[in-house]
């Protein structure tokens, strides 16, 4: 039975010592930091839009954290530099992501600005990209005889779109889309200026080591 104790005891200690270096310690480091200047709040249909993407599952596809160029080759790629932590100022729930069976989209509106785009890589990705394993989402278009008027045709490659049809987006895939084009961190930072200051030690400079 004091094994079984001394068991307990020391999976307990070892989860509060891996909770408090891996939860508490960065969230204390990081609660303070502000937002990138340059950095905008989203809009209301971003908002829509990001919470589109989250209930589609576009994360577990998609990061949106390029590694910095020592790292990895995600500059050359164009996906931009690597964040800082006020790039994520606005994020609740955080998108970061850990797959890249697509590519990353820290920067997607920068790279691809174009609404008709967009919404027509939604409705069919190898239209505009052979050979993609990307779903479609046509649930997030309707198919009409005609358009009427307020309505948002997505101008197809001939051979995709559809005989005797016009596909119309709808407003999820306005809000998406929306929310992907605003995905710009090609704003300048300095990452220095973000990570807080390190206490001094006592003594001043005769303290150093």
């Known amino acids: 039975m004091e094994s079984e104790y001394k ?7 070892t989860l509060a010592l891996a909770t408090a270096t891996l939860v508490v310690l960065p969230y204390m480091q990081l609660s303070d930091v502000p937002p990138s200047e340059g950095l905008k709040p989203y ?4 908002l829509r839009g990001r919470q589109v993407y989250i209930e589609m599952g576009c994360v ?8 910095s160029q ?20 606005y994020d609740r ?21 174009s609404v ?3 919404l027509g890589h939604l409705y069919e990705p190898r239209a505009y990209t052979p050979g993609s394993n990307m779903p479609s989402f046509p649930f997030l278009f309707k198919l009409k005889d005609k ?3 307020g309505d948002k045709v997505v101008n197809l490659p001939p051979s995709f779109a559809p005989v005797g049809k016009v596909v119309v987006a709808t407003p999820e895939a306005l809000d998406l889309v929306d929310y992907l084009i605003g995905l710009d961190h090609t704003y300048p930072v300095n990452p220095g200026s973000q990570l ?8 001043g400079e005769g303290a150093k080591q």
């Open 60 to 67: 577990y596809c998609h990061s949106q954290q390029p590694r």
């Open 43 to 46: 809009t209301e249909q971003q």
């Open 7 to 13: 068991l307990l005891s020391g999976a307990m200690v």
């Open 93 to 113: 729930p955080h998108l970061l992501g850990t797959m890249r069976t697509g590519p990353d989209l820290f920067n997607i509106g920068a790279r691809q600005p």
């Open 70 to 89: 020592s790292q990895a080759p995600d500059f050359q790629r164009g996906w931009g530099r690597a964040p800082v932590a006020g790039d994520y100022y």
């Open 116 to 118: 008709d785009w967009n």
């Open 196 to 203: 807080p200051e390190l206490p001094k030690q006592a003594g």
């Open 147 to 149: 358009a009427e008027p």
